[in-house]
């Protein structure tokens, strides 16, 4: 039997994840940067000119021009967070990396919170993934895990797949076990770590 390279792909260790965003100021950094590649601009007026303001926990900031304090928070997936982004960010990575999915329990024990708060994490990294799925139409060649479309009836596979991604006319799939999938290359990689896209 051929290998299965969807199964093989290469991914963030959890090592290498704790040394990307093992800390506080690593995670506000990672976030910065996904909010403001070019540097910090007023959601208001555009402008760049601002002062960093020590109020709260995170940083805020405060535009030059219209005087509009931003929160580096505000208006993501942690808005109005009281728990700390270490611990969104490792909520990201494992949901990230479970591949069949990650219950509010097993959330809990890995986290260290409640079972309310490890919900409702979960509940918001689910919504957020969905919302940014919705945004993606999956063209070309499109190889699909044998674990979500072989175990399913015939009948439902053509449904499921929509799960996965909104397929468009000219997609084609592939099974991991035809013989196209030894030579071709992989097109569609499922369960890769997003950081820090599916938080904005």
């Given at each position: 039997m051929a290998m299965n390279r969807i199964q093989f792909q290469?991914?963030?260790?959890l090592p290498a994840f704790l040394g990307q965003f093992g800390t506080e100021a690593q995670c506000e950094a990672a976030l910065e940067q996904a909010r403001w590649p070019e540097g910090f601009r007023c959601p208001r007026c555009g402008q760049a000119d601002h002062c960093?303001?020590?109020v709260g926990v995170h940083k805020t900031f405060q535009c030059g021009g219209c005087r509009l304090q931003t929160s580096l928070i505000a208006g993501t997936l942690f808005h109005s967070t009281h728990l700390a982004l270490t611990v969104w960010f490792l909520a990201i990575y494992l949901v990230g990396q479970a591949k069949t999915g990650l219950s509010?329990?097993?959330?809990?024990r890995q986290l260290g919170v409640s079972y309310l708060t490890a919900w409702l994490v979960q509940q918001k990294l689910m919504?957020?993934?969905?919302?940014?799925?919705a945004r993606y139409r999956l063209d070309g060649r499109v190889q699909v895990?044998?674990?979500?479309s072989s175990s399913l009836p015939s009948s439902?596979?053509?449904?499921?797949?929509?799960?996965?991604?909104?397929?468009s006319r000219n997609a084609t799939t592939i099974s991991?076990?035809?013989a196209t999938e030894r030579t071709s290359p992989m097109v569609f990689r499922p369960n890769s770590a997003i950081f820090p896209a599916v938080c904005i």
């Open positions: 290469p991914g963030l260790s960093l303001l020590h509010a329990l097993a959330l809990k919504q957020a993934m969905a919302e940014r799925d895990d044998d674990a979500r439902t596979r053509a449904t499921s797949r929509t799960r996965v991604g909104a397929l991991p076990n035809s």
